[in-house]
């Protein structure tokens, strides 16, 4: 059986979200001057905020989908601009499957029945893992709780009608709508919202427990939560343990199978 898409992107791939009506928009409210000054000055702080570069860590995938619930723990990297290993553990630490990828391929390796799978990011399979609206760039970011360099810069605020802080809108070049909702003390990114052009909700992200490293300064979500018409359920991310955002060695994100393991091209 198939683990979850999450599972292996990590997110492997990639709190997020929101339960219940997957279209609707967030609430919100139109700004005074003064708040908009305050919207802008928040906005602007979080897009330059110095960005991690890279992630290791072990953590605990959870999800309820399609009927299967379950969870595992996993070790993880993922690293700017696109590269992922993923590793899903058993109860002993063994791995179970080992996931790269780069921006065009992959490979995934089941050490359970001696099978790789290779084959391009595009591909049918991949993205029964990792849902298109998730582009292999966008993976750190999305896990990461901040946003790719240069993304949302013409952003337009709004007040959030609960209280809860500022919300953000903006259309990306694939013309994914976006809104981002930002703490108002902390400037962390509590939601982040996908919508295609019909306006339906294809992820939905929610952050929380945000811890910084000491050593490097960088802060990370210790749990993401993740739903959408993506994804046929919910997903769960726990972060265990935070290990480095210092970038690794190219040689941590490819694999060699074992000669005797059956190798599969994947359309």
């Not at 499957?97 to 089941?110: G, H, R, W």
């Not at 709508?177 to 992820?203: A, E, K, N, S």
């Amino acid at each position: 059986m198939r683990l979850p898409w999450v599972a292996l992107w990590l997110p492997v791939v990639c709190c997020l979200v929101l339960a219940g009506c997957a279209s609707k928009q967030p609430k919100t409210l139109p700004l005074d001057p003064a708040g908009a000054q305050a919207a802008a000055a928040l906005w602007s702080g979080f897009v330059n905020n110095k960005r991690p570069p890279a992630l290791d860590a072990d953590v605990r995938l959870g999800w309820d989908v399609l009927g299967s619930k379950g969870g595992m723990s996993a070790s993880l990297q993922v690293q700017s601009p696109a590269l992922l290993h993923f590793a899903a553990n058993d109860p002993l630490g063994r791995a179970l499957i080992l996931a790269v990828a780069d921006a065009a391929t992959f490979t995934m390796v089941d050490n359970r029945i001696g099978h790789v799978y290779r084959g391009t990011i595009p591909s049918k399979f991949w993205q029964s893992y990792v849902p298109a609206p998730v582009a292999p760039e966008d993976l750190l970011s999305l896990l990461g709780g901040f946003l790719p360099e240069g993304e949302g810069r013409q952003a337009e605020p709004a007040q959030d009608e609960a209280g809860q802080g500022f919300w953000y809108r903006w259309r990306d070049a694939r013309a994914l709508r976006h809104h981002v909702l930002l703490d108002r003390q902390r400037g962390t990114m509590q939601q982040h919202l996908l919508f295609d052009g019909q306006g339906d909700l294809l992820l939905a992200l929610h952050y929380a427990d945000y811890r910084k490293d000491a050593g490097s300064g960088f802060t990370w979500p210790g749990d993401l939560r993740i739903t959408g018409t993506a994804v046929t359920g919910t997903l769960t991310l726990r972060v265990e343990q935070i290990y480095s955002h210092v970038p690794q060695k190219a040689a941590s994100f490819r694999l060699t199978p074992p000669p005797h393991f059956t190798v599969e091209q994947m359309p």
